[in-house]
């Protein structure tokens, strides 16, 4: 007897799977086995044949049909045989709940015998307790096993039950398989060995199984060696892959940080040069204002004098004439003798002289070279040596590109060459490294545009040159990009880098269109936006002095319209209303234009922003350093001033959003920061660190998680910071064809639409961490 504490029982061992078709997802039906031994149904294959062939689902192999169709691929009697045992254990007669006994009706009629109580393993019948004792006691019955029901429903007999287990023939229905003919690799049971076989040689089952065995055993063998050679290739090719990407990573940030370094430097020389323009002009506007200021009084001088002689000449007598005559041409004569023109200054005009590498198309600032992985042997010395070669070699290549396309030495303004540890970088040294302290990760590609007051256009951008991005020449195994715009200062760097893990929302372009209507007198100028219905976006042109509706497609769907002068600043959707500033006055008008209620706000604020509050039926607008919130009917439901009464008239919040947690996020031009605060004015978070670049902040919009999109519009970016204002890294840049972007805001929790200074309008997608 097998103990019930014994290993788990061969059904339990194996997947439930395993006995389940992988085309119909039921127990296999007449199982049948493809040459690379996955099974299926007779039937499923036979819907799958086509043409005199079909392809396995599972490992895609195609597979010739027999001619005599599916039925002739091989019988699994594996399968066969664990059904069998299923069904044996789970079937046979039930009364009243019970298993009946299935020899009690061969000798006495229908219901003359009691429940099954036993089962006997090598007649796979079922026994009462009166058959299984006499079943012991017979001549050809008593070697059989008979065994508990219970436990043998339970699956403790089944490993003993697999032994005893008879193969039965297909083709003649209760003889067992007995027999393999080894010319024909047939199994055969009695019958089929008195027919078509009589001639062949043939095995028991026994006798052939330890025959071949022992080669079935030595195949296996070689493909578990092969398995481990697999095994070991994909690791080796995951290490590849990890050091990849590994690598990938340090060169792109080598490529930002580059890019930011020369674009730094781009700028001090554009400041420097500018400044220089602007003294000359001052200098020489200075020098003709004093010419000009000689000029009109000797002018005035000589006028006087020639009007008195004129006088004289046409009024007076010939007396009077001649009496005047001396004194008159003696100051006729001293004003000819006069030079009229002060000496001239030098003429000097200025003009912008470029460097010849920035003329050449085919000038490139970064090179990418690629180079065959080198087998990774000593972790250490990896990590001492590859890494940091990798590095220089990247740098070697952009160097040795900017030596050959005229690479100039940086000089100071007396000429002498400027260390570069005092200095900032200049476009010329296009493989020098940044200082990493100094350094961030922007991405930067073609396409993008950098505003034109934040950086000098290039010839290049003029001649309109651009390289295809992602191209690469296979013989030379090179590719060569071309930096188009990179933002203004550097991203700081995150206390925890999430960027590029897959742990911060992700931007999705999904479209871009202009609000410029044929009705516009006036080029837009986009100061408010705000979710308004489903996929639906309410846009506030204060320019031509409209509350415009697109849907997220570009759509546009009409106007909301205003009071008579109004021009609308910031604008949020409520239920059945808007809300919008104008000027010093809150308004609430109905979706027709119906005016509800209108608020006199402070004067001592240019602007007011106002924000929906979750709920729908209140709307918050910042006004002089606190939030007031009005109801539906115009009441202020609640004032607050951010951070409490110690910080009254020390902020000023000019951006103002609700999250979905009920909170409030604004932007402080006055404390130059972003705040985060409860219903109650309570602060939860501030950030002012380095993120911000040094500019004001920008817009807010807040998702459905509660993350903070900081638009940022000196430097053409949006960064994203968590729900307790601490910065995460950049959502947006330049790169995502950002150009002086004004005012952003969320739809649906899941769509952040941009609006840009000249009146266009993007909308991505934002793809959540766990997506």
């Known amino acids: 007897m097998v103990s019930q504490g014994s290993s788990p029982s061969l059904l339990e061992a194996l997947s439930s799977d395993f006995l389940a078709c992988k085309i119909c997802l039921e127990q296999l039906r007449a199982p049948k086995t493809l040459p690379c031994l996955h099974t299926y149904c007779q039937d499923c294959l036979a819907q799958l044949a086509d043409g005199g062939h079909l392809r396995c689902p599972e490992c895609r192999e195609t597979v010739p049909v027999p001619p005599a169709g599916v039925a002739a691929f091989k019988t699994n009697f594996f399968v066969n045989g664990l059904l069998d045992l299923v069904r044996a254990r789970a079937g046979g007669d039930l009364r009243a709940g019970k298993p009946a006994c299935a020899l009690c009706p061969l000798m006495g009629g229908a219901g003359t015998g009691g429940p099954a109580t036993a089962r006997c393993l090598d007649c796979a019948d079922d026994l009462c307790q009166a058959c299984a004792d006499g079943h012991r006691c017979t001549r050809q019955t008593h070697t059989h096993r008979v065994v508990d029901l219970v436990g043998y429903r339970a699956g403790w007999y089944d490993e003993e039950a697999r032994e005893r287990q008879a193969a039965q023939c297909p083709q003649h229905?209760?003889?067992?398989?007995?027999?393999?003919?080894?010319?024909?690799?047939?199994?055969?049971?009695?019958?089929?060995?008195?027919?078509?076989?009589?001639?062949?040689?043939?095995?028991?089952l026994a006798e052939a199984v330890r025959a071949r065995r022992p080669g079935l055993e030595e195949l296996l063998a070689g493909v578990d060696n092969n398995l481990a050679e697999l095994e070991s290739a994909r690791m080796v090719e995951k290490e590849a892959l990890a050091r990849l990407r590994e690598q990938a990573a340090r060169v792109g940030t080598q490529v930002e940080e580059v890019a930011e370094g020369v674009l730094r430097a781009l700028l001090a020389q554009k400041q420097e040069v500018l400044g220089q323009l602007r003294a000359h002009v001052e200098a020489a506007e200075e020098a003709a204002r004093e010419r000009l200021g000689e000029l009109e009084g000797r002018e005035q001088v000589?006028?006087?004098?020639?009007?008195?002689?004129?006088?004289?000449?046409?009024?007076?007598?010939?007396?009077?004439?001649?009496?005047?005559?001396?004194?008159?041409?003696?100051?006729?004569?001293?004003?000819?003798?006069?030079?009229?023109?002060?000496?001239?200054?030098?003429?000097?005009?200025?003009?912008?002289?470029?460097?010849?590498?920035?003329?050449?198309?085919?000038?490139?600032?970064?090179?990418?070279?690629?180079?065959?992985?080198?087998?990774?042997?000593?972790?250490?010395k990896d990590e001492a040596g590859g890494q940091g070669g990798d590095e220089v070699q990247s740098q070697r290549e952009g160097g040795a590109m900017s030596e050959k396309q005229g690479g100039i030495q940086p000089q100071s303004r007396d000429g002498a060459n400027t260390p570069k540890e005092n200095r900032a970088q200049t476009p010329q040294e296009e493989g020098s490294q940044t200082p990493k302290e100094e350094r961030s990760k922007t991405?930067?590609?073609?396409?993008?545009?950098?505003?034109?007051?934040?950086?000098?256009?290039?010839?290049?951008?003029?001649?309109?040159?651009?390289?295809?991005?992602?191209?690469?020449?296979?013989?030379?195994?090179?590719?060569?990009?071309?930096?188009?715009?990179?933002?203004?200062?550097?991203?700081?760097?995150?206390?925890?880098?999430?960027?590029?893990?897959?742990?911060?929302?992700?931007?999705?372009?999904?479209?871009?269109?202009?609000?410029?209507?044929?009705?516009d007198k006036r080029s837009p100028r986009i100061t408010g936006l705000c979710p308004f219905g489903p996929r639906e976006i309410l846009v506030a042109d204060e320019q031509n002095r409209a509350l415009k509706r697109f849907s997220l497609s570009g759509d546009y769907r009409g106007a909301v319209p205003v009071p008579e002068g109004c021009s609308p600043c910031s604008v949020a959707a409520l239920q059945g209303a808007v809300a919008f500033s104008a000027g010093a006055r809150l308004y609430l008008i109905s979706p027709d234009g119906e005016v509800q209620w209108r608020r006199a706000l402070s004067l001592s604020q240019a602007s007011h922003a106002v924000a929906a509050m979750p709920s729908g039926d209140r709307v918050a607008v910042s006004v002089s350093g606190h939030v007031e919130v009005y109801n539906m009917e115009g009441s202020l439901a609640t004032r607050f001033i951010p951070g409490g009464k110690a910080n009254r008239g020390l902020r000023a919040l000019v951006f103002l959003t609700t999250s979905p947690q009920g909170n409030f996020v604004g932007s402080d031009w006055q404390q130059n920061s972003v705040v985060v605060c409860d219903g109650l004015g309570q602060v939860i978070g501030e950030y002012r660190g380095p993120g911000l670049h040094g500019c004001q902040p920008g817009s807010v919009s807040v998702d459905k998680k509660g993350y903070i999109f900081l638009t940022l519009r000196e430097v053409n970016k949006v960064v994203i910071l968590d729900p307790k204002g601490s910065l995460l890294g950049d959502f947006l840049t330049a790169y995502h064809g950002l150009e002086k972007p004004r005012v952003t805001t969320m739809v649906d929790g899941r769509h952040l639409v941009v609006s840009l200074s000249n009146g266009t309008i993007h909308v991505f997608r934002v793809r959540p961490p766990d997506s």
Do not use: Y
Request: proline content about 12%; aromatic content about 4%; overall charge positive.
């Open 173 to 204: 229905p209760g003889e067992a398989l007995r027999f393999l003919c080894q010319p024909c690799s047939q199994l055969l049971c009695r019958e089929c060995r008195l027919d078509p076989h009589l001639d062949h040689p043939c095995l028991p």
């Open 302 to 380: 000589a006028r006087a004098a020639a009007a008195f002689a004129r006088r004289v000449l046409s009024l007076g007598r010939e007396a009077e004439i001649l009496s005047l005559e001396g004194a008159i041409a003696q100051r006729l004569r001293q004003l000819q003798g006069c030079p009229w023109m002060p000496a001239p200054a030098p003429g000097l005009l200025p003009r912008l002289e470029l460097h010849p590498g920035l003329l050449d198309k085919n000038c490139h600032l970064l090179r990418l070279c690629f180079e065959e992985q080198q087998p990774q042997k000593d972790s250490g």
């Open 443 to 519: 991405p930067q590609e073609d396409g993008a545009h950098t505003p034109k007051e934040g950086r000098a256009q290039t010839p290049l951008e003029d001649e309109g040159a651009q390289t295809p991005r992602g191209s690469r020449s296979n013989k030379k195994r090179k590719f060569k990009g071309r930096l188009k715009s990179i933002s203004r200062e550097p991203s700081p760097a995150p206390g925890l880098n999430l960027e590029g893990s897959g742990l911060l929302p992700r931007p999705i372009f999904s479209c871009s269109f202009p609000t410029r209507m044929p009705g």
